[in-house]
């Protein structure tokens, strides 16, 4: 074989490992549950394959499963924007302060560090009938009774924002860094306030990351069934707990194959528009 | 002015994350046995009990286990492929990229569902090896940007000199490319142990009966009611996945300043 062969072969070589894992570990099973959602689950408990529309008629039609993805995509919308709220401000600290921006994004880094199921159950100790807000309540004698307050929509939302404000910040942040600051002197000294310089250079140079970030916390966010469960009460499920139900509780798979299918489809239209409009490099330069 | 309000503003968002989990380490110290304020004393009682609960070593044991081996394998892969693509230049490279980094983009759920249906239907249960499979696909991509982001600055013509000195590709690779290399492969597998010890969405799907990871025991656990117990595992898992990554990176720095000269 001759050496130019030889060179081109290389990196196949290299790349092969992790390309058949990923193919045989996620394309080839996302294929499998698109024909296995078109199966029939069975009075009898067995599955019987074939073509059958039960299981995307069920998923498509009953306002139940409506009803719970619109209010999961209300709860990621609602989470993303109070991500965009606080982390914007945050992520404009670090990028244009004075001090160690360094220390700054390593501090914001640690929660990404800190798992995930102990900073959802956090809230509880905070939230919680004895918990630290209800204890100071008492002990400053503005309640008599510990005020409920865990368990509902709102509690969830939280629950989202403390978990995926790190991803919005750090976006926000690389995108923020990566603007000239003259740029807004400049725009002062032509005549524009600080106000209008933020809003008429910055603002916009920074939308891509906000873009990345608020993609990462609504895709995320969306996806979740974990902080629902602990967080939420019990009419607060999420589309990714019906999935869940149906898959792990009801082992009816079939069913679960459609159900994880629909999240897919909306979620990865998302990332498809995303796509198109700002491309990957953006959200592979937050991640990276 | 409008300085001032953005610092505060910054300070209350950093208070709002870390605040809760202060309070997790906080209360984990707390000698009263309900799981409250006020606090009654500082005591060592629910790390003694965590230590003494069998359930819990076990989790850890388990998380252990899988978290290293993911990182074994995932790093393996995430490396021979970022070689490949910062190396050569390779037709498609971008969908490749794409490619390898679509773990992320599927929602986890999701991956969860197809992978344990599809495994089950060539008759691989719920498992072990089920978990490890699941944990080595979503870290990979994870370390795949990780370490390439790191590669890129290797410069070839070290590698050139070698040859030209005479040592063979393989030779190369082990006292040349692979010292330098170090950095990243500590880093990308580093990341992939924390995300795998970390991880429960997909961990829920694909653990068999009886086998916990720290994070599905903390899950059970919260099932009953919060306890000072759980608190405690959580202060040891902070200063677990909080120190392992500063720990790894204040060595890569050390083996980055060492190889620099």
Redesign the interface.
Known sequence: MSVERREAR???I??S???A??TL??????I??VV?SFWLRTATGADQAGFYLNNWNEALTDPFYRDILLNTLKIAAITTIVCAL??Y??A???ARSRGNKAILLL??M??F???????T??????L?V???VN??LI?LGIIDEPLQMLYNETTVILGLV?FL??FM?LNVFVSLDGIDETLEDAANSLGAT??QGFLEVTLPLSLPGLAAGGLLCF?LG?????TP??LGGSTDAMF?NL??EA??TQLN?PL??AL??M??AV??AL?LIYNRYLG?AQL?KG?? | M?WF???L??LL??L??????A??VL?SFNASQ?????MTGLSFRWFVELWQNDAILRAFQTSMILGGLTALIST???V??S???V??R?PGANL?S??????????????A???????N?LSINKSFALLL??H??FT?P?V???V??RLVSIRRDIEEAAMSLGASPVQTFFEVTLPLMLPAVLAGGLFAF?IS??D??GT??WKPGGVET??TQ??AM?RNS?SPE??AL?TV??VL??GL?LLGAAIARQLARKSGG
């Open positions: 290389q990196p196949w290299l790349l490992p992790a390309m894992a990923i570990l996620l394309f080839v099973p996302l499998f549950i296995y606080m982390g401000p945050a404009y600290f670090i501090l914001l640690l929660p560090w800190i798992s995930y199921i102990i900073r159950m956090s809230w509880i100790n905070i919680g004895s918990g630290a204890s100071i002990w403390h404000l790190p910040i600080k106000w895709v969306a996806g979740t069934y974990i469960l602990v990714a999935v869940f898959i792990i798979w679960g194959s994880s299918l999240l897919l979620l990865g990332v990957m592979m991640l990276g | 409008g309000f953005i610092r503003w910054a968002v950093y709002f994350m870390f605040l809760p989990v309070v997790v209360l309900f799981d409250s304020f006020p393996t892969l995430g021979l492929a070689l490949a693509l190396r050569y390779v490749i794409t490619m390898l980094i679509a773990p992320i983009l599927v929602p986890e759920v999701v991956l569902v197809a992978l344990l249906l599809f495994l239907f499979f699941g080595v696909i990979l994870f795949v940007l990780v390439q982001a924390t010890f970390d429960i969405t829920l799907f720290v994070p903390i899950f919260l919060i759980i608190n959580g898992m902070i996945t909080v990554p």
